[in-house]
């Protein structure tokens, strides 16, 4: 089982307390023996490696691929990429796809950034036919181009890459299609699979608040509009209903646990460089403008040196 964390504030190192590679070369030994990019097994599991991405990044070596560096420097490909919309999450998550299906493991979940990203990602297959389309044009246009510097036996290091040839550090243009192709089948393949309710299903996460209910059902709305299954939706951070001497364990637990963390944010953002604000938990949700206001009062007030007291609350 491989899990994939796509968020940019990735927390699977902590979850696990131990490091989590990025796909690298030499970061671990990964199920798939051998290949350039290897997860990271976890210690404590007998079958369970991690990656943690950001598909942005990842879209820089893919790019590396598909344009010969000797025609295109990499500032040019970065100007490229950044011409095409949304370019680098639609290559980048598409090398990833790649990775996680070159490794060959039998489950693999995406642990995903908040829903905005998430339903990015999720259309990413229509997205990255578009932009490889793009790329095969920009792979057409040079292709004339290294032709013309090889009919003069080459420049330096330019000679082979109009016949596809690839020597040293060049790219063929034949290579290129090849690359661009391959990835177009990636891309269908991958789209299929995200439709497919046998194989692939959607796990929403809220918590019981207004605001995270109207995200949670916008996010399944759009993923039934991108044909995703999604029929599980765990609710977090639940208060049981319970009498007021068992709840009191619980509450002296949760401070305990709240001052430990308190102490290292005031470590790292000591004042008076920075002023750290204690907000209570409120017994009601903060909706209406009156409740904004009361709400605000009560941040500026709270502005203190020290922990709020019962008398502050």
């Known amino acids: 089982i491989l899990i994939i964390s796509t968020d940019p504030a990735h927390n699977l190192s902590d979850a696990f307390g131990e490091k989590i590679g990025s796909g690298g070369r030499g970061n671990g030994s990964g199920a798939g023996g051998g290949t350039e990019h290897t997860a990271t097994k976890l210690s404590r599991y007998a079958q369970l490696y991690a990656l943690e991405v950001d598909p942005s990044t990842m879209a820089s070596a893919m790019m590396a691929q598909l344009l010969p560096p000797e025609m295109v420097s990499a500032e040019d490909a970065a100007r490229i990429a950044t011409s095409i919309p949304g370019i680098d999450e639609a290559v980048g998550f598409a090398h990833m796809m790649q990775l996680a299906s070159d490794l060959s493991y039998s489950k693999i979940v995406f642990d995903t950034a908040p829903t905005g990203h998430t339903l990015r990602l999720f259309e990413f297959p229509a997205r990255l036919q578009q932009t490889l389309a793009k790329l095969d044009e920009l792979r057409s246009s040079l292709a004339p181009l290294l032709g013309l510097v090889n009919s003069f036996g080459g420049l330096g290091g330019l000679s082979g890459l109009g016949a596809g040839a690839g020597t040293g550090a060049g790219v063929g243009m034949e290579a290129v299609g090849a690359k661009i192709e ?132």
Not at 186 to 214: D, H, K, P
């Open 182 to 313: 391959e990835l177009k089948v990636v891309v269908e393949r991958v789209g299929a699979q995200m439709a497919n309710a046998e194989q692939t299903t959607f796990v929403a996460v809220a918590i019981a608040e207004l605001l995270s209910v109207y995200e949670t059902e916008r996010l399944v709305q759009q993923l039934s509009e991108l044909n995703m299954d999604v029929r599980n939706v765990v609710v977090n951070q639940l208060m049981q209903a319970r009498s007021a001497a068992d709840k009191l364990p619980l509450l002296r637990t949760r401070a305990e646990m709240q001052r430990k963390y308190i102490a290292q944010l005031e470590m790292l953002y000591p004042a008076p460089d920075f002023a750290l604000t204690r907000v209570p938990l409120l017994p009601v949700e903060v909706r209406g403008v009156a409740r904004i206001h009361a709400f605000a009062e009560l941040c500026t007030k709270l502005s203190l040196p020290s922990p709020p007291t019962a008398s502050t609350r």
